[in-house]
């Protein structure tokens, strides 16, 4: 669904930089039109802009509205390039299921996998959000590292647990690119009720060395170490539909909770236990309802504010209800 405001906004943000393009909307719209479709200019303007606000190369931003509206008007994209490639798409477009695509990602994350009929499995993302990939083994494709940037040709989608996801197969050809691509992460707003504060939350101890937290004073990759005190919280937010896994630094901590690190430490040393500092979180903050924001990684939601809803006037709601898209209501 296209966010007019958002549009509007940009508009006004980037005005020569989407009039610079003029030449591209035009070529465009002939390649579109040639295959039956009529786009209007506006439109394409419209999406042109969108994508501009996000910082996307030009030429990255020319293959996604073609593809975009391609897709939309059922034209296999293929037409428009020639090869046998599937054309370059922004992470965003990815919104249905059996798409192929090309995309040009950096590695944000590589997550274990235990199956042998996965190579490797992770997250990557684009100026315009992530999504998690899977190289199956059967595709016998390369490697790819954290941090680094690669192009990946005819990827396809597919959903798993109600989740978009990429697949890397046999068809699939990695390359890494030298370009450094920034990733941008979807941010969120949540209403709901603090249900659960999990394992690993209140006064913990972290490595030095890699900053993990410790499990009994053992870290999983330098054993045992002389662990520093960090208090945070992982909850889950319950928003009457479903569950949000939450993460909490220390500074969002301290200020939800009311207790620092300092005093956490201190309460820990006279009971002797360092159980009673979740104990006491659980006591403050079970069961109340809080507006959450956060930017989605992964299946967490690092936690960039959070208000209980007692301290939220009347208008707040209001605009927080009118900026939830419609469907979600
Ligand atoms: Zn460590």
């Given at each position: 669904m296209v966010d007019f405001q958002k549009l509007l906004n940009n508009k006004k943000q980037n005005p020569r930089n989407v009039k610079e393009m003029d030449p591209e909307i035009q070529e465009i719209k002939t390649k579109l039109s040639e295959e039956g479709l009529n786009i209007t200019e506006a439109d394409l303007k419209a999406r042109f802009t969108l994508l501009s606000g996000f910082g996307v190369p030009k030429n990255e931003i020319v293959r996604s509205v073609l593809n975009y509206f391609a897709t939309q008007g059922g034209i296999d994209t293929k037409k428009f390039y020639g090869g046998g490639d599937n054309a370059e798409v922004t992470v965003?477009?990815?919104?249905?299921?059996n798409m192929w695509g090309t995309v040009r990602v950096k590695v944000v994350q590589l997550w274990n996998s235990e199956h042998e009929s996965i190579n490797q499995v992770g997250l990557v993302g684009d100026a315009t959000g992530t999504v998690k990939f899977t190289s199956w083994a059967s595709a016998g494709a390369m490697n790819m590292e954290e941090g680094k940037s690669y192009l990946i040709k005819n990827v396809v989608t597919s959903k798993f647990n109600e989740r978009m996801q990429i697949g890397i197969n046999k068809k699939s050809v990695i390359s890494p690119v030298d370009d450094e691509i920034e990733v941008g992460y979807a941010t969120m707003t949540i209403v709901g009720a603090l249900v659960n504060i999990q394992n690993g939350s209140g006064l913990i101890k972290r490595c030095p060395e890699c900053n993990r937290s410790l499990r009994n004073g053992v870290c999983?990759?330098?054993?045992?170490v002389q662990g520093t005190y960090d208090i945070r919280i992982k909850g889950s937010l319950d928003d009457g539909t479903e569950s949000h896994s939450i993460l909490l630094n220390t500074e969002l901590t301290e200020q939800v909770t009311g207790i620092n690190q300092e005093a956490a430490i201190a309460m820990a040393v006279e009971a002797m236990d360092q159980s009673v500092v979740v104990d006491e979180f659980e006591n403050r903050l079970l069961c109340r309802f809080f507006v959450v924001e956060g930017t989605k990684m992964d299946q967490t939601i690092l936690v960039s504010s959070m208000t209980p809803?007692?301290?939220?006037?009347q208008e707040d709601i209001k605009s927080l209800k009118a900026a939830i898209p419609a469907e979600v209501v």
């Open positions: 965003d477009t990815l919104t249905d299921e999983s990759e330098h054993g045992k809803l007692g301290e939220i006037g």
